[in-house]
């Protein structure tokens, strides 16, 4: 039997946003189905709390060290322990899946690149974490028996911009599942005193998500709708590794010059529970970032029966198609137009929830890992 190990010591539980969820569904997918391969995740201590579910369904291996130091992590742990791991346990490939491969590896490498961000955008980046993807990235891509992405978009800029080969570069989408158990929405709407209608907008305040262009949308839709809140939900920008600063400071400072503070519900992190609350009672999910190599909280909407408004940027018009209301990143009367639109026309409201719940139907994690497996076993037969 072949020995697959799934390197998820980058993953910090709770700090590294959008591709913490897509790992840890598309894992769910693999636990739900019988396999020929034998998986083993290695994994920070952090995982057996943060995803319980995931240590019970794999063998998991546990490394000597915390995800709170990341220089200890990366040179203790990736280069050195999960090296000697994976030779002692005789792993016949290894899937990094956090963008990029340790300079120590043992045997076959699969890689996910999850976008290329730092490309497109170095302002948003420190000049460390800049030179360490500038450095790491291309070379992993050049080591790696095969690519993962999460969408077209991300393999395409992937074969574009490193120039990997095209036959070498697969997509695996993200999934999504309906949660057997509901919050109660009158529950999380008394937690969070949240009265009437309002927007929700899932995102850490990292500069690329945009959160700036949706109040100055609000600050419009209040003239005629001042009974709307947006509700922000997700960690600060500045508690997360990879930006050069986050826009909490500035978000605030122009939620103040438009007097809108009472409009604004910035709640932090939510359980996931409760954000599948906020999804089934917001009038939509309002998502402007300016790049994403997927978008993984669409899914999360329309599968909640959220209808979806997003920028018409990056893997997002990829990910909507014709089941969401698509705008330009940047322009805020566009985005406010929308907003009325969903606000005053409950037909449409309803025409976009039903369009998203169908295409959310093509995004199951089974799926996921179908594409996934199939990944691993040609990996796992050529040859270089």
């Not at 990292?206 to 939900?233: C, M, S, Y």
Request: hydrophobic share 40%; glycine share 6%.
């Amino acid at each position: 039997m072949n020995k697959v190990g799934i390197n998820l010591l980058w993953m910090v539980p709770g700090v590294v946003g959008g591709s913490e969820t897509y790992t840890t569904r598309t894992l769910r997918g693999l636990a739900e189905r019988y396999s020929d391969l034998d998986y083993t995740l290695f994994a920070l201590p952090e995982l057996a709390t943060s995803y319980p579910d995931l240590a019970r369904s794999f063998k998991t291996v546990y490394a000597p060290v915390s995800g709170r130091r990341k220089p200890t992590r990366v040179v203790a742990g990736e280069n050195t322990w999960l090296a000697r791991q994976c030779l002692k346990r005789r792993i016949n490939l290894v899937h990094h899946a956090g963008g990029v491969i340790p300079l120590v590896r043992p045997g076959r490498a699969v890689l996910t690149i999850h976008d290329l961000q730092y490309i497109y955008y170095p302002e948003y980046f420190t000049r460390s974490k800049l030179a360490y993807l500038r450095k790491m990235v291309p070379r992993s891509a050049d080591a790696a028996r095969l690519i993962l992405t999460p969408s077209e978009y991300t393999r395409r800029t992937v074969i574009d911009r490193l120039e990997a080969d095209p036959s070498i570069v697969v997509v695996v989408p993200h999934g999504i599942s309906q949660r057997e158990s509901e919050t109660s929405v009158a529950d999380v709407r008394a937690n969070y005193d949240l009265k009437g209608r309002f927007f929700l907008y899932p995102a850490s305040t990292f500069p690329h998500k945009n959160h700036l262009v949706l109040v100055q949308a609000l600050a419009r839709v209040l003239e005629t709708h001042p009974e709307v809140t947006l509700v922000l939900t997700g960690a600060r920008g500045s508690e997360q590794w990879g930006t050069a600063r986050s826009t909490e400071g500035r978000l605030a400072e122009e939620i103040r010059t438009l007097g809108i503070e009472e409009r604004v519900r910035p709640l932090g992190y939510v359980s996931a529970r409760d954000l599948d609350a906020l999804y089934r009672e917001a009038v939509a999910l309002t998502f402007p970032s300016r790049f994403e190599g997927f978008g993984a909280p669409i899914l999360e909407a329309w599968s909640r029966g959220c209808p979806v408004i997003a920028a018409d940027a990056t893997a997002l018009p990829e990910i909507v198609g014709d089941a969401g209301y698509l705008i330009s990143p940047d322009n805020p009367e566009d985005w406010a137009n929308a907003m009325w639109d969903l606000l005053e026309d409950s037909d449409l409201r309803l025409i976009y929830a039903r369009a998203g719940a169908e295409r959310a139907l093509k995004f199951g994690w089974a799926r996921s890992a179908d594409v996934l497996e199939d990944a691993y076993r040609h990996a796992l037969q050529t040859t270089l």
